[in-house]
Nanobody, 119 residues
């Protein structure tokens, strides 16, 4: 079983910064990538950023490019999301996701952490 523990959400004014962290524990075999998704009220869950575990290539939603940076610590099985120049539209519950391969693809989600950006 894999557990994902997210931290770092909160309330911030527009233009401010927050840093989210997600630590994976348990049977984290052959991690392929980790990433962050978000879901605002009344909207579908959307991808924010992902990072490949080998090589570290990253991808970002257009709406966060240049403002958010995803990084990882392989030794600690941790992925971070540095969010700068936050906007009210960034308000959402942010979810960490892990995807790996072990005799088949598997994925796990964190419980989510609330990010609220006030105008």
């Amino acid at each position: 079983q894999v557990q994902l523990a997210e931290s770092g959400g909160g309330l911030v004014q527009a233009g401010g910064s927050l840093r989210l962290s997600c630590a994976a524990s348990g049977r984290t075999l052959n991690i392929y990538e980790m990433g962050w998704f978000r879901q605002a009220p009344g909207k579908e869950r959307e991808l924010v950023a992902t990072i490949r575990w080998d090589g570290g290539s990253t991808s970002y939603a257009d709406s966060v490019k240049g403002r958010f940076t995803i990084s990882k610590d392989n030794a600690k099985n941790t992925v971070n999301l540095q969010m700068n120049s936050l906007e009210p539209d960034d308000t959402a519950v942010y979810y960490c996701k892990l995807r790996g391969y072990n005799a088949g693809w598997y994925s796990h989600w964190g419980q989510g952490t609330q990010v609220t950006v006030s105008s």
